[in-house]
């Protein structure tokens, strides 16, 4: 199958209102382009160089979103071009990507991070520590930047229940901070599900999927 029949078949399987994030992560620019001629207009990377070589070479009406971890020192290399921030998991990082962008007059949209998989190597916020982030002084202070969702990654496992338990505890944590508002913290964004798992977490309430090998095949490397 190529790269633009299985676009094809992915956008036939995703209901409307759930956005695709295509993890072109490890792949060359000619497979982005043949997406891109398919209409693929969101691509997701995990590392800052890589996507930033990738935003140069290609057309600029891409949405680039950021779904790796995000070191703090490498924010102002996506800091002009970036759509969206995904991994997004301290105060300290917020701060950073809010200096940055106002370095570049924009306001740079992220996603909160929540840790919703047993293993102890994924990164993510407690759900405490997201409540106590949103209604910090320090929080409301930040200008160029605003919370528009949050994201999750389940346990690696075949264990269906085990994935489907996470996705709904994550569900309910969005449903239960959606009427934290504030002026940089309106949560409509829920980012979960992968190629593995992507119909199960849009039956969970998922409206973002980041899907990679199901579009571009398997990678050699992460
Ligand atoms: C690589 C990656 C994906 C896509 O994984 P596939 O299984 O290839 O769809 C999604 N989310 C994150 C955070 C990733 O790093």
């Not at 996507?51 to 979103?65: A, G, L, Q, V």
């Not at 993510?124 to 202070?141: M, P």
């Not at 977490?201 to 990679?212: H, K, W």
């Amino acid at each position: 199958m190529s790269i633009t029949e299985n676009l094809t078949t992915l956008k036939k399987e995703i209901p409307n209102h759930v956005t695709l994030v295509a993890v072109s992560k490890t792949k060359p620019i000619s497979d982005l382009m043949e997406a891109y001629n398919a209409g693929q207009r969101i691509f997701g990377e995990n590392k800052i160089q890589e996507m930033t070589e990738k935003w140069e070479s290609m057309p600029k009406d891409i949405k680039w979103h950021m779904i790796g971890h995000v070191q703090t020192n490498k924010v102002k290399y996506m800091a002009e071009f970036v759509d969206l921030i995904h991994g997004v998991d301290s105060l300290k990082l917020l701060k950073e990507i809010n200096k940055y962008a106002k370095k570049h007059d924009r306001v740079i949209s992220c996603l909160l991070q929540i840790k919703i998989a047993e293993e102890d190597s994924k990164f993510g916020l407690s759900v405490q520590d997201t409540k106590t982030i949103i209604n910090s002084q320090k929080f409301s202070e930040l200008e160029n930047i605003k919370i528009i969702g949050l994201m999750g990654m389940a346990t690696f496992t075949d264990d269906t229940r085990q994935v489907k338990k996470e996705f709904q505890f994550l569900k309910s944590v969005f449903d239960d901070l959606k009427p934290l508002q504030t002026e940089n913290c309106k949560l409509k964004t829920l980012s979960m599900g992968m190629s593995g798992d992507y119909q199960l977490a849009i039956d969970c309430g998922s409206n973002m999927v980041r899907i990679g090998s199901s579009i571009f095949g398997a990678r050699n490397y992460d």
